[in-house]
């Protein structure tokens, strides 16, 4: 292939600008070592990245996958649930709650409690630093 251009990708992806998008993607993941599916002539990067997709050796439709994945900053994972706490029953066979040390400490715990009016009252009270030459 002497010379790639749009046109001959446009086929394959339809927008322009997702065809750079892709096209700069696979041309990135070539520099980075990712081996190149059609020969490279002594092509630069971006022109062998274009010429696999007009040769439909690469999917758009993965290729758009991929760079969706390598932008993300946060993937999720799935987490598999916590199993449920087994019943517990007395002598008599009857079910009890069962607690967990987590809930018995929790009744120990305690917090400041302040009322808005005493919040409001501090923050009245509050002197608001002198001003200086260091600010």
Not at 91 to 111: C, L, R, W
Request: aromatic residues 2%; charged residues 35%.
């Amino acid at each position: 292939m002497a010379r790639v251009t749009v046109e001959d990708c446009i086929d394959k992806v339809d927008n322009r600008f997702e065809l750079v998008l892709l096209a700069s993607h696979r041309a990135r993941l070539i520099s980075q070592g990712a081996g190149i599916m059609v020969d490279r002539d002594n092509d630069k990067n971006p022109v062998v990245a274009l010429r696999e997709i007009a040769d439909e050796v690469l999917s758009p439709d993965d290729l758009k996958e991929d760079l969706i994945h390598s932008l993300q900053k946060h993937v999720e994972v799935d987490e598999p649930e916590a199993p449920d706490t087994p019943e517990v029953t007395d002598q008599t066979g009857v079910a009890v709650a069962a607690t967990t040390a987590d809930e018995e400490d929790e009744g120990n715990i305690a917090f400041d409690r302040m009322s808005e009016e005493d919040l409001l009252a501090g923050i009245e009270g509050l002197v608001p630093p002198e001003k200086s030459d260091d600010f």
